[in-house]
């Protein structure tokens, strides 16, 4: 059974850091692409950054890149999102999913979603 098990969310003030976690089983972790998406209240879902399958070649949406770090474990089967400099509008839902072949910007060509994880960035 394929899961993504995301964590590391939680309320942290403007300005402060997170790091996201997605510990991923029951397909070949190396071989998939991986993305975060997000969904804050009331909106669509947003691409966030993806990571080839190998961990070389990263890709930030515009409104977090400089911000925001995308990494993976291939020998944990962990992909980790740091991000840091966090502002009110990156309040969301944040979702890691997978894909096999090379990572693509649209959410809806990702195969496995986790459950998701809250960020809450407010005073």
């Known amino acids: 059974e394929v899961q993504l098990v995301e964590s590391g969310g939680g309320l942290v003030q403007p300005g402060g850091s997170l790091r996201l976690s997605c510990a991923a089983s029951?397909?070949?972790?190396?071989?998939?692409?991986m993305s975060w998406v997000r969904q804050a209240p009331g909106k669509g879902l947003e691409w966030v950054s993806n990571i080839n399958s190998g961990g070389g070649s990263t890709s930030y949406a515009d409104s977090v890149k400089g911000r925001f770090t995308i990494s993976r474990d291939n020998t944990k089967n962990t992909l980790y999102l740091q991000m840091g400099s966090l502002k009110p509008e990156d309040t969301a839902v944040y979702y890691c999913n997978a894909r096999p072949g090379v990572p693509t910007i649209r959410a809806e060509e990702y195969n496995y979603w986790g459950q998701g994880t809250q960020v809450t960035v407010s005073s």
């Open positions: 029951g397909f070949t972790f190396s071989s998939y692409a």
